[in-house]
C-alpha cells in the first residue's frame, strides 16, 4: 500500500494550494480519506476528511470555509484545495486511509499513512 502525498511548497498568506494524495495498492472505493497535519512542536491534527462516495465530508473549524477535500475514484486520488492560506497552516501535511469507507477526525482509524508534504505560509 502506497499514499504519495504531493503538491505542498512555499506560498504567501493569502494564497492557494491544492494538495494531491495519490494512492496505490488498496481498493481506494472502499476507503474513507483524511487528511492530518502537524507543525513544529505540536501533535498532529485533524484537518478534513471524506468518506468513501464523497458524501460525507468533515473539516477541521480551523480550515472551515477555506479547505475543500475532494476525490477522484478514477484516480485513485485525493485532494485538498486549500484558500486564503494563513500563516498558521504551516505544516507538514499528511494523507490517510481508512478502512470499511468512512470519513473520521480520529487519527487512530486510519491504516494507512502517506509520507507527508510540507506547506510553508509566509506572512
Request: aromatic share 14%; hydrophobic share 35%.
Amino acid at each position: 500500500v502506497q499514499l504519495q502525498a504531493s503538491g505542498g511548497g512555499l506560498v504567501q498568506a493569502g494564497g492557494s494550494l491544492r494538495l494531491s494524495c495519490a494512492t496505490s495498492r488498496i481498493t481506494f472505493s472502499s476507503y474513507g480519506m483524511g487528511w492530518f497535519r502537524q507543525a513544529p512542536g505540536k501533535d498532529r491534527e485533524f484537518v478534513a476528511a471524506i468518506n468513501w462516495s464523497g458524501s460525507t465530508t468533515y473539516y477541521a473549524d480551523s480550515v472551515k470555509g477555506r479547505f475543500t477535500i475532494s476525490r477522484d475514484t478514477a484516480k485513485n486520488t485525493v485532494y485538498l484545495q486549500m484558500i486564503s492560506l494563513k500563516p498558521d497552516d504551516t505544516a507538514v501535511y499528511y494523507c490517510a486511509a481508512a478502512p470499511r469507507g468512512i470519513a473520521s477526525t480520529f487519527p487512530g482509524l486510519y491504516d494507512y499513512w502517506g509520507q507527508g508534504t510540507q506547506v510553508t505560509v509566509s506572512s
